[in-house]
Nanobody
Framework: DVQLQASGGGSAQAGGSLRLSCAAS????????IGWFRRAPGKERETVAC????????HYNYDVKGRFTISIDNAKNTAYLQMNSLKPEDTGVYYC??????????????????WGQGTQVTVSS
């Protein structure tokens, strides 16, 4: 069974940084995509960033581009989301998700099969 364990959420001041981790298990040698998604209070879930384990290709939500960096350590089967220059509007519950395959980088939440538990990120002004 594929399992995802997200960690690293917390509170930060605007302009600060946090790093989220997502440990994946159950994929074996199969290539997969990892995505980070968030749901802000009163808003729908949105894509934050995605990465392919096979070639490292990435996709970012326009609002986080240049501030957030997604990366993956294939030896540890762990993806990271480094969040810098945080803004209050980054507040929300962040979820990591995964889907097997390497044909193309999936960027929509509906394309992801496996989900970890959410981790709260709170940014104060």
């Amino acid at each position: 069974d594929v399992q995802l364990q997200a960690s690293g959420g917390g509170s930060a001041q605007a302009g600060g940084s946090l790093r989220l981790s997502c440990a994946a298990s159950g994929f074996g040698r199969e290539a997969y995509n990892i995505g980070w998604f968030r749901r802000a209070p009163g808003k729908e879930r949105e894509t934050v960033a995605c990465i392919s384990s096979s070639d490292g290709s990435t996709h970012y939500n326009y609002d986080v581009k240049g501030r957030f960096t997604i990366s993956i350590d294939n030896a540890k089967n762990t993806a990271y989301l480094q969040m810098n220059s945080l803004k209050p509007e980054d507040t929300g519950v962040y979820y990591c998700a995964a889907v097997p395959g390497l044909l193309y980088l999936r960027v929509g939440a509906a394309e992801y099969d496996y989900w970890g538990q959410g981790t709260q990120v709170t940014v104060s002004s």
